[in-house]
């Protein structure tokens, strides 16, 4: 009998803040993220959603019922209730560094990078850039380090919007 293979580990690059480095469609869905949160409404976001054949993970399966409103669910996610939490977390995410994700043939861009590569912030202003990506609902409940976990935004080399959440 043949046992399963162990998944391979992802490999991680070292972080960048070259934003021309990224395959075009990266860029695209990025870029039409970050038009729909210059108008401070979490509504706007469904554009780039819609974009997307499969809707993105805001949260583990099953948490929310199949169907459910992605924008609903943004809401809910966000201390309060309307989305303004999710829109600051949002651009607070993309403006940070990001890595680049291997996981076996898929190539994922990340945001932020120290989600993934945690190094100690160099100074006060980067500790409070960081602390901009992580919900007030995280602060209690850390990660396998003990740490807060921030929220993070991983977008396939294909411009494929896959998540916006803080899970591990």
């Avoid at 949260?59 to 609903?72: C, L, V, Y």
């Avoid at 201390?79 to 994700?101: M, N």
Wanted: include cysteine; charge should be positive.
């Amino acid at each position: 009998m043949k046992r399963a293979s162990k998944p391979a580990a992802d490999i991680v690059s070292a972080p960048s803040t070259d934003l021309a480095a990224p395959p075009a469609p990266v860029r695209a869905i990025r870029d039409k993220i970050l038009a729909a949160l210059e108008k401070n409404d979490v509504e706007a976001l469904r554009i780039p959603i819609d974009w997307n054949e499969v809707r993105p993970l805001f949260a583990k399966s099953g948490t929310f019922r199949a169907g459910t409103d992605p924008i609903e669910i943004l809401k809910s996610l966000s201390f309060d209730g309307k989305g303004r939490e999710t829109v600051a977390i949002a651009r607070a995410i993309l403006a940070q560094p990001y890595v680049v994700v291997t996981r076996g043939p898929v190539t994922l861009y990340e945001w932020p990078a120290f989600a993934r590569r945690p190094t100690p912030p160099a100074n006060e202003e980067e500790a409070r850039m960081r602390w901009a990506c992580v919900r007030f609902a995280d602060l209690a409940r850390g990660n396998a380090e003990g740490r807060p976990r921030p929220t993070r935004i991983g977008i396939a080399s294909d411009g494929v919007w896959h998540y916006f959440w803080s899970e591990d």
